[in-house]
């Protein structure tokens, strides 16, 4: 068996590189790092929140909000949360025993994220 292993290159168990990534793969992953995002997202929203009830430098926690990055993480920080929102939707489908297909998991896939664009494009005009 030794001699058959040395003779073929290949891996000996499934290994990640041979896996093709697919849309429930690439969503799954998303919809956990989303998860963590909005986490950290929301807890340094929070702590500047709670900057600006509790501090006398009200001229610089202003200056923080007009700065672009922290603009741009209020921004990713509501993108991610319509994002999580519209997966989780689709994991709570789960829950009750329908949508397993493959085909129906390909479509709800694409359903939950242009849900989470049209989401995300509705939050920012309304911000």
Do not use: E
Request: with cysteine.
């Amino acid at each position: 068996m030794n001699k058959f292993n040395n003779s073929h290159t290949r891996p000996i168990s499934p290994h990640i590189t041979i896996y093709r990534m697919q849309m429930s793969m690439i969503l799954s992953i998303l919809h956990r790092l989303s998860g963590m995002a909005v986490f950290g997202g929301a807890s340094i929203i929070t702590w500047w929140l709670i900057l600006c009830v509790y501090s006398d430098f009200d001229r610089v926690i202003v200056d923080i909000f007009y700065n672009l990055w922290f603009q741009a993480l209020i921004y990713l920080t509501i993108f991610t949360t319509c994002f999580h929102l519209c997966t989780g939707i689709r994991h709570l489908i789960w829950d009750t025993g329908y949508g397993f297909s493959i085909k129906y998991i390909n479509i709800s896939g694409w359903i939950a994220v242009a849900l989470s664009i049209i989401v995300f494009y509705m939050c920012i005009n309304n911000f």
